[in-house]
């Protein structure tokens, strides 16, 4: 069969002129379906009925109303839409009571040949609050089912817009960054002392404040929800808001003025840093300096470990699409094996290079003082008998 093709081409024209026609067939059974993108961002859908339910017309509560409307994504060729991401909204019309939302379903997915609405129980997604959001990646084709169950008759708005997250790339420059530093920084030992340090300093304020607290008119359930915001919005500015408020509560309550409330904060500030900044110092000289003042290369192994693992998490942020985020790794590893080996290799070939010319220029100097040396033994030997001669 396949001898008979190669030297039949008319076979082999028909033969691909078929495999052709089914590959069109196919996707134009995957665009049959109404889609939207960036240069349409909005739609207007209007679910019909689905076969095999009973018509809206009898009443029945078996009334299955769906339609499926096709996300266009972008090629993974285009790398300016890399740090974007596309929101995907949909809105009922204002002639659907809201008490009707919780009917409408949506399902979102990724697979063109799965039969409309034909989704898993856990995957269907009510409208909540007026609206159904959800954020994907700009790469790839993705396919919105909309399902109304009983009788909800109305349309719905779609729309899609592509949105820049600028953090994103700050995350790829931060992962790259960190993934070049891992080597460098883990045997660096005023890296230790000063991360040691300002964890300490953390610390003993952290400590401080949920003490002092206990002298302010404020519900522990309260502190407790404003210092996970300030960990996570303004943690600096927060913490030490709220530190100057329990030091001026405490002076208040030990009967000093209001004058002396700004020396004995900055006094307390300074010790508060310096007992932080010793025991990060203690630290760091118990558990991570050896005896000959280096890392301990146990510990200097498992923060570059650990150094490349928030790496590698910072560049698969820096996108939403996991095949880019996969190819961001791949080609930031491959620029940190070639600026290793570029600078490690070169001084050491420089090295070899330099030791075997020394090495033959000692050999060149050698020859000539071995040659000289027998040439004088051998006149000494004929000087005596030239005397005998004479």
Request: a positive charge; proline letters at 4%; glycine letters at 8%.
């Amino acid at each position: 069969m396949g001898s008979y093709a190669l030297t039949h081409p008319p076979f082999l024209l028909f033969s691909l002129s078929v495999l052709l026609s089914f590959f069109l067939s196919c996707s134009s059974t995957v665009t049959t379906f109404r889609g939207i993108d960036v240069e349409k961002p909005n739609i207007d859908v209007i679910p019909s009925l689905l076969a095999g339910y009973a018509s809206s017309s009898h009443g029945s509560n078996d009334v299955l109303l769906c339609e499926r409307i096709r996300v266009a994504g972008q090629s993974r060729l285009k790398l300016g839409s890399y740090a974007s991401a596309y929101q995907v909204t949909l809105v009922p019309s204002v002639v659907i009571p809201e008490r009707l939302h919780n009917k409408i379903q949506i399902c979102f997915h990724k697979n063109a040949s799965r039969g409309l609405c034909q989704c898993e129980k856990d995957e269907w997604k009510a409208v909540q609050k007026g609206h159904w959001s959800s954020v994907v990646s700009p790469y790839g084709d993705r396919y919105v089912d909309v399902k109304f169950v009983g009788e909800i008759s109305g349309p719905v708005t779609l729309t899609v817009e592509d949105e820049f997250q600028r953090w994103r790339l700050l995350c790829l420059a931060f992962g790259f960054v960190l993934l070049l530093l891992a080597p460098v920084v883990n045997s660096w030992v005023p890296f230790y002392y000063s991360s040691s340090m300002a964890t300490g300093v953390l610390l003993v304020i952290i400590i401080l404040l949920f003490q002092g607290m206990k002298l302010l008119p404020t519900s522990w359930k309260n502190v407790f929800y404003l210092t996970l915001y300030g960990s996570v919005v303004g943690a600096g500015s927060f913490l030490l808001h709220q530190f100057s408020t329990s030091v001026n509560s405490i002076l208040v309550n030990f009967g000093l003025s209001e004058e002396m409330h700004n020396p004995v904060f900055v006094f307390v500030l300074l010790g508060i840093v310096l007992a932080g900044a010793v025991q990060g110092y203690w630290i760091v000289r118990k558990f991570v300096i050896s005896e000959d003042g280096s890392v301990d290369v146990g510990i200097a192994q498992f923060v570059k470990w650990a150094m490349r693992v928030i790496a590698a998490a910072f560049i698969f942020q820096s996108t939403l699409d996991t095949y880019l985020a996969v190819g961001a790794l791949v080609s930031c590893l491959a620029i940190y094996l070639f600026i290793t080996l570029f600078k490690w290799n070169g001084p050491k070939d420089r090295l070899k290079t330099e030791t075997n010319s020394n090495r033959k220029k000692r050999r060149r100097r050698k020859k000539p003082a071995s040659n000289d040396g027998g040439g004088e033994e051998k006149r000494k030997e004929k000087c005596p008998q030239q005397q005998q001669e004479q």
